[in-house]
């Protein structure tokens, strides 16, 4: 089906999209090094022979700093995974579940706010595709006339929308399915992450490790104890932005087949 608009969704898609970029990078930076450690940190002395003895835990020797710079090197090598990522700032709390890997391939929901909901799709090199729930719809048309209203809706109601990925409009989208992009944040040289104990996330073993970010603000970071040591979560608590992201599904296949043509809307 052809219409001559699209709904008025970029403002609260743009902002889902960037908020969820920023929340990664955000994420990966809590544990990252500050001007000040770089300056004071430099190689970690070797441990002596008594301390490598009373070694104990997943790790053995390797001080909490390690453990991360460790476990951020494993996880941007991953091939593929899943983001949730929740944020719970004080303006508008926003929330993404996402399947990417590293040919671009993407699939998942953005939430902005308490009620709307849009779907995310990238299958190729060509589109991403978009999918508004009713909520979002009318929140975006809100200002329009009933009849308007109404148009819109049934234009775009379980249908999507479809971008070529050279539209400007596409830009947030295409980064929040760019693995590599994405993961380049997570950057190794922290000092001063404590080890702390041993827990489960979604299952998994894991070990917990956090580090004091200045006004009130603290983030841990969960490490796979088993296998691969993938970072499996990322809390940050107090602060103007706290939140959790959550990563698994490491190297699953990500299934994003683009819609048939029935069910998009092409805009003009």
């Known amino acids: 089906m052809r219409t ?4 008025r969704a970029g403002r609260g898609r743009h902002a ?24 004071a940190a430099g190689s970690p002395a070797e441990p002596t022979g008594s301390a490598r003895a009373k070694a104990s835990g997943p790790f053995g020797e390797l001080t909490g700093s390690q453990i991360v710079d460790k476990a951020f090197a494993a996880t941007r090598a991953a091939k593929s995974l899943t983001l949730d990522i929740d944020l719970r700032s004080a ?29 995310l799709l990238k299958a190729d090199d060509r589109d991403v595709y978009l ?13 329009e006339s009933p009849e308007q209203q109404e148009a819109t809706l049934d234009q775009f109601r379980g249908r999507w929308t479809k971008m070529p990925l050279s539209d400007p409009d596409a830009e947030d989208m295409t980064a929040l399915c760019d693995l590599e992009s994405l993961l380049s944040s997570f950057d190794g040289g922290a000092s001063g992450i404590v080890k702390g ?26 490490v796979a104890t088993e296998g691969t040591p993938y970072v499996l979560r990322i809390v940050t608590s107090g602060g103007d932005e706290p939140g ?17 043509a029935k069910d998009v809307v092409v805009t003009e």
């Not at 001559?4 to 709904?7: I, N």
């Not at 959790?244 to 490491?250: A, N, Q």
């Open 16 to 39: 889902a999209a960037a908020l969820l970029c920023a929340a990664v990078a955000a994420g990966a930076a809590a544990c990252g090094p500050s001007p000040d450690d770089a300056k």
């Open 244 to 260: 959790t992201i959550t990563f698994s599904r490491f190297g699953r296949p990500v299934v994003a087949k683009a819609p048939a």
């Open 91 to 119: 303006d508008e709390p926003t929330k993404g579940y996402l399947s990417l890997d590293s040919r671009g391939k993407c699939v998942g929901t953005l939430s902005l706010g308490t009620a709307s909901t849009a779907e």
């Open 197 to 222: 104990g041993e827990t489960t996330v979604g299952g998994r073993k894991a070990l917990a490790l956090t580090e004091p970010a200045g006004g009130g603000e603290t983030s841990t970071v969960y």
């Open 131 to 143: 999918r508004f729930d009713e909520a979002f719809l009318r929140e975006q048309v809100k200002e």
């Open 4 to 7: 001559s608009s699209r709904p």
